[in-house]
């Protein structure tokens, strides 16, 4: 069974830093683009950053742009997610996503163009 796990969610001031982690496994798991998204309480889940296979592009969602940096270890089919200079409005549950049917770099920032999803680790930032 292909499983994601995200890890390193909490609780930080505004303006603080948070690295996320998102862990692929499962048996014969090729992992092509991933992608971070989160939730909100009471909004739909929005797209924030994702990643081609082999690192060379990457893509933000305006509202993190400059913010947040996705980067990726293909090897281990792990992907991280660093979010800097966090605001109040980050706050949301974050899930990371991964594609196992290879697609287009421009497939990127909709929930259908991945295969797999974690459960999520919540982020909250503190006024």
């Known amino acids: 069974q292909v499983q994601l796990v995200e890890s390193g969610g909490g609780l930080v001031q505004a303006g603080g830093s948070l690295r996320l982690s998102c862990a692929v496994s499962g048996r014969t798991v090729v992992s092509y683009g991933m992608g971070w998204f989160r939730q909100a309480p009471g909004k739909e889940r929005e797209f924030v950053a994702a990643?081609?296979?082999?690192?060379?592009?990457?893509y933000y969602s305006d509202s993190v742009k400059g913010r947040f940096t996705i980067s990726r270890r293909s090897t281990e089919n792990t992907v991280t997610l660093q979010l800097n200079s966090l605001k109040p409005e980050d706050t949301a549950v974050y899930f990371c996503a991964a594609q196992e049917i290879p697609r287009a770099d421009r497939s990127h920032s909709s929930e259908d163009d991945y295969d797999y999803w974690g459960q999520g680790t919540q982020v909250t930032v503190s006024s």
């Open positions: 990643i081609s296979w082999s690192g060379s592009n990457q």
